[in-house]
């Protein structure tokens, strides 16, 4: 869907989009990181409507993702860390978990 | 922790840099905070490290030099740091999860704008975005859609994205372009703005030149909507004469001008001001950023959209004028150092006017189809909350007690205005005597814990 018109800098790190590993450039936000593997779509709204990141500058809160156990995390603004696991947001975020998780 | 700053700045876009870049250099302790993680703001995107610095134009490259005198300006920047709470001697911020309180005698906010959101049928599917949001990854992570790509809306950003298409041979369907033809006309009667900054008002030419050129360009389109198909996407919109037509896409992309975002500066209950051309709200402050509330400040986009240069020389003066009121100078010095900005300001303002009728927003575009989502986050549409705007609802405060929109996550940041503007037309009311959503803390949600974790501002005073 996106392809890479930049030249690779050779620094990259591998994350796990729903446990498959994926190479990308070191300093990629986590929402730009997951736009092929995910197919633009990073999560599902409370009804069930399939959702990927819109804005790309933290305002429209479309691209809410789980990173490392932790929900509700602006993938646009999150950067991409060596080993980071992330997961789509399935549903209205659940804050209790959250705070478990974090804790 | 219990240090008084002289200055934080909110935003590291060319308004904030440069607030700092003057603060510091006249000795005042500067602390610049921004929720990317790098310095630069949405023009001058990561310009400090992109890889596409050589490669988008003399507008982005311009970028490069701003950002490292910034970084050596002596002003402490701290990157990750989204801003959720604001008084006009405090902020509020959160950082890789932890939250912090810092003092300051003055606050300056230099937030920026966003894209404007213009609900229609099909603009919530994977594959639809702002077209500032492709501008965003191309510049930060190198990235273009593959295509075939449809650009809609009006604006010069919609041209500058169909160049960057056209020079990265992306294939492109059609750009659409929603702007009245009328627009022109009005524009014409400030046509003598031009002459002040000539060479912006030929870059923008040269754009729609090479937009008609190089793409399929549709004008005066409406009636947009976007569906699914068996390819990707399929974009349905009517031409000028009143004709369907269908486009196929893998990846739309949808721009209706810039649009100050006031979340922060509602909730700091700063007074605010309507652009009746731009349909917009913004800040009401006087060309040294001084707001209605002493002490707090505001600079670039969030006081009015005038684009970079103008963004940079405004941050310059409210530097300028903080450190007169901070006792690092005289007035006249004041005076004398804010004279090139001021010569700056003076261009921009005279060819607004021209810019701004000539890109202004079609009345018909901002009333949503009934299909629209309008909330994206409660997933409601146009046609539901048209039907509670109509029953008697006469606030978007009102809409939103009623039926939710402005309940989730954005916090009405996407659907304040387009509920906004359908109560005006609903009602006849003028948009300048709507109240806009009340905004409350924190402006976005926070994990309950940070805020336990977080020492209470009585602790540190
Ligand atoms: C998506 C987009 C793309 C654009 N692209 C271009 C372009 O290519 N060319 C052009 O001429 N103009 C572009 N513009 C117009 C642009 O807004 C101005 O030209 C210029 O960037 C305005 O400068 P500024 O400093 O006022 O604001 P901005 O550049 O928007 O900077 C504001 C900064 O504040 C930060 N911020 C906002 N809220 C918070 C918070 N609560 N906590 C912490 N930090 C916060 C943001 O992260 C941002 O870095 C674009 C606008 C948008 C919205
Ligand atoms: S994409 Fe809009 S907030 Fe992240």
Redesign the pocket.
Same mark, same amino acid.
């Given at each position: 869907m996106f392809k890479q018109v930049s030249e690779s800098t050779g620094k990259t790190v591998t994350i796990y989009f729903e446990g498959k590993p994926v190479q990308v450039e070191e300093g990629t936000t986590v929402a730009a990181a997951v736009l092929d593997p995910s197919h633009g779509w990073t999560r599902t709204s409370h009804g069930g409507q399939q959702r990927g990141p819109y804005?790309?500058?933290?305002v429209c809160h479309e691209c809410l993702m789980n990173i490392d156990g932790v929900p509700n995390q602006q993938a646009c603004l999150t950067v991409v860390a060596e080993g980071m696991q992330v997961r789509r947001q399935n549903g209205v975020p659940d804050f209790h978990q959250e705070d478990k998780n974090h804790g | 922790m219990d240090k008084v700053w002289d200055v934080i700045i $909110? *935003? !590291?876009? =060319?308004? +904030? &840099?440069c607030t700092a870049i003057q603060t510091a250099k006249h000795g005042l302790s500067t602390l610049v /905070?921004?929720?990317?993680t790098e =310095?630069? +703001?949405?023009? %001058?995107?990561s310009a400090g490290s992109s890889s596409m610095i050589g490669k988008l134009g003399k507008?982005?490259a311009a970028g490069l030099p701003l950002v490292k005198q910034f970084l050596n300006c002596g002003a402490q920047f701290e990157p990750g740091?989204? $801003?959720?709470d604001i008084a006009p001697d405090r902020v509020y911020?959160s950082q890789q999860g932890h939250s912090h309180f810092v003092r300051a005698r003055q606050v300056v906010l230099?937030? +920026? #704008? &966003?894209?404007r959101p213009v609900p229609l049928p099909g603009w919530t599917l994977p594959g639809v975005m702002?077209s +500032?949001?492709s501008? /965003?990854l191309l510049?930060s992570a190198g990235l273009l859609p593959e295509g075939p790509v449809v650009l809609c809306g009006n604006g =010069?950003?919609v041209l500058?994205a169909a160049v960057h298409m056209h020079e990265f041979n992306v294939p492109v369907s059609a750009v659409l372009l929603t702007g009245r033809m009328g627009n022109i006309m009005h524009a014409m009667k400030h046509a003598s703005g031009i002459l002040a900054r000539p060479g912006y008002f030929l870059h923008g030419v040269n754009m729609a030149a090479k937009t008609m050129l190089h793409q399929k360009c549709v004008l005066g389109a409406h009636d947009v909507s976007i569906s699914e198909s068996e390819k990707g996407l399929q974009v349905h919109y009517a031409t000028r004469s009143g004709k369907h037509r269908k486009l196929d896409a893998s990846t739309v992309l949808l721009h209706e001008g $810039?649009i100050p975002?006031t979340r922060?500066t509602r909730l700091a209950r700063l007074r605010h001001a309507w652009d009746q051309k731009q349909r917009y709200w913004h800040v009401d402050a006087d060309k040294w950023g001084q707001t209605s509330a002493p002490g707090l400040r505001t600079? *670039?986009?969030?006081a009015t /959209?005038r684009? #970079?240069a103008a !963004?940079?020389a405004?941050?310059s003066l409210v530097g300028l004028d903080i450190c007169r009121e901070l006792g690092q100078l005289s007035l006249a010095d004041r005076d004398r150092e804010a004279l090139p900005f001021l010569r700056i300001i003076k261009r921009c303002q005279a060819l607004q006017p021209f810019l701004d009728e000539y890109f202004a927003p079609t009345p018909a575009m901002l009333q949503p189809h009934p299909d629209a989502i309008v909330c994206r986050c409660e997933e409601l549409t146009a046609g539901h909350l048209g039907e509670v705007i109509r029953e008697g609802s006469y606030s978007p405060n009102g809409v939103k007690a009623q039926a939710r929109p402005g309940m989730g996550t954005c916090q009405g940041r996407i659907c304040g205005q387009a509920v906004a503007e359908m109560i005006a037309d609903a009602h006849g009311l003028s948009m300048e005597n709507l109240p806009q959503y009340t905004a409350q803390p924190p402006? %976005?949600p926070l994990r309950l814990g940070e805020l336990v974790e977080m020492p209470s501002p009585s602790e540190l005073m």
């Open positions: 804005c790309q500058m933290g | $909110v *935003g !590291a876009g =060319p308004a +904030g &840099m /905070v921004d929720r990317q =310095p630069g +703001g949405q023009i %001058f995107r507008d982005y740091a989204n $801003v959720w911020y230099a937030t +920026g #704008a &966003m894209e702002g +500032g949001a501008d /965003v510049k =010069p950003l500058q $810039v975002e922060i600079a *670039g986009d969030i /959209v684009g #970079a !963004a940079q405004e941050g402006l %976005f």
